[in-house]
């Protein structure tokens, strides 16, 4: 399973603990490509030109594949500064054109967006800031604006992150703000992850 880390439930889940784990390699999370489930929904949208949002986003294959299938504004932040350098990197002439990289503190982005791709970054947060996620996910998105991607639907036996959950948990959490399009188990998850992800297509209230 993919378990990146065991951890004191008081830990500091900050920049430089994250940090730690990119400058160290300790990424047992990256799944090394695409996650099929997003391709597959990727694959279906017809306008290039929205802006999406990937939050927490790692070595953001799905950023990779938005660009490589003409998608003109795609936005990547994540805390570490150790990966948000690999990825300038990585981007090259693409960066500021395509695709606008940040380093920052997820919770502190005031931009708008059609569309927020949701992949492994809810689970690596702390459970307490479950419902200020979700606040913020309503904010940032535009009227009618779409939460799409994958929550584990599994609880861990380690102490995470990652941190597990329940259908009815995010139920709750998330029908105040947004119209479930789609929540689902998800049929076509990446082999590691088979039976234990639910697929999920909330739109903003």
Same mark, same amino acid.
């Given at each position: 399973?993919?378990?990146?880390?065991?951890?004191?439930?008081? *830990?500091?889940?900050?920049?430089?603990?994250?940090?730690?784990?990119?400058?160290?390699?300790?990424?047992?999370?990256?799944?090394? $490509?695409?996650?099929?489930?997003?391709?597959?929904?990727?694959?279906?949208?017809?306008?290039?030109?929205?802006?999406?949002?990937?939050?927490?986003?790692?070595?953001?294959?799905?950023?990779?594949?938005?660009?490589?299938?003409?998608?003109?504004?795609?936005?990547?932040?994540?805390?570490?500064?150790?990966?948000? $350098?690999?990825?300038?990197? #990585?981007?090259?002439?693409?960066?500021?054109?395509?695709?606008?990289?940040?380093?920052?503190?997820?919770?502190?982005?005031?931009?708008?967006?059609?569309?927020?791709?949701?992949?492994?970054?809810?689970?690596?947060?702390?459970?307490?800031?479950?419902?200020?996620?979700?606040?913020?996910?309503?904010?940032?998105?535009?009227?009618?604006?779409?939460?799409?991607?994958?929550?584990?639907?599994?609880?861990?036996? *380690?102490?995470?992150?990652?941190?597990?959950?329940?259908?009815?948990?995010?139920?709750?959490?998330?029908?105040?703000?947004?119209?479930? #399009?789609?929540?689902?188990?998800?049929?076509?998850?990446?082999? #590691?992850?088979?039976?234990?992800?639910?697929?999920?297509?909330?739109? #903003?209230?």
């Amino acid at each position: 399973m993919d378990i990146c880390c065991t951890n004191d439930s008081e *830990q500091n889940l900050d920049r430089e603990f994250w940090d730690k784990h990119w400058r160290d390699n300790q990424t047992g999370w990256d799944m090394g $490509a695409v996650s099929p489930p997003l391709k597959e929904y990727i694959d279906q949208l017809d306008a290039k030109d929205i802006a999406i949002l990937i939050p927490g986003c790692g070595n953001t294959y799905e950023a990779e594949y938005l660009l490589q299938n003409g998608f003109t504004n795609v936005t990547v932040i994540d805390i570490s500064p150790t990966l948000t $350098a690999a990825l300038q990197q #990585k981007f090259g002439e693409a960066v500021g054109r395509t695709i606008h990289i940040v380093c920052g503190d997820f919770f502190e982005l005031n931009n708008a967006f059609d569309l927020i791709l949701e992949q492994t970054f809810f689970c690596a947060l702390s459970p307490k800031l479950r419902l200020k996620y979700v606040m913020k996910m309503h904010s940032l998105l535009k009227p009618g604006g779409k939460l799409v991607g994958l929550l584990f639907n599994k609880q861990f036996e *380690q102490e995470g992150p990652p941190f597990g959950g329940t259908a009815q948990e995010y139920e709750m959490l998330f029908a105040p703000y947004f119209r479930f #399009k789609t929540f689902e188990e998800c049929r076509n998850s990446h082999p #590691k992850r088979k039976g234990s992800e639910l697929f999920i297509n909330f739109v #903003k209230h």
